[in-house]
Nanobody
């Protein structure tokens, strides 16, 4: 079965940077897009970014465009989210997700999810 294991996260001051990683493993074919979502307490999940399996195409939410970068390693089983110029409103639990069946912006269309990692940006 496909598993997504996340690493990274933590506490950072506003204006700082963090890097999140998502490792995809399992015997099931995992050659599908990987997206990043975030969820603040009491709020709905919010699309952050998505990357194709090849890494040739990326898309970002307007709220993070120009600050966050999603990328794949050459092995293509590791996806990273580099977060720069962090703001307090970026504080949330961040999730990587794989295999969207429909809209890559809709979390309900993804079949696999990482365990989530906390990102706290101090004001």
């Amino acid at each position: 079965q496909v598993q997504l294991v996340q690493s990274g996260g933590g506490l950072v001051q506003a204006g700082g940077s963090l890097r999140l990683s998502c490792a995809v493993s399992g015997l099931t074919d995992s050659r599908f897009p990987i997206g990043w979502f975030r969820q603040a307490p009491g709020k709905e999940q919010e699309f952050v970014a998505v990357i194709t399996w090849s890494g040739g195409s990326t898309y970002y939410a307007d709220s993070v465009k120009g600050r966050f970068t999603i990328s794949r390693e050459n092995a293509k089983n590791m996806v990273s989210l580099q977060m720069n110029s962090l703001k307090s409103e970026d504080s949330a639990v961040y999730y990587c997700a794989g295999d969207p069946e429909g809209s890559w912006k809709n979390p309900h269309d993804y079949n696999y999810w990482g365990q989530g990692t906390q990102v706290d940006v101090s004001s």
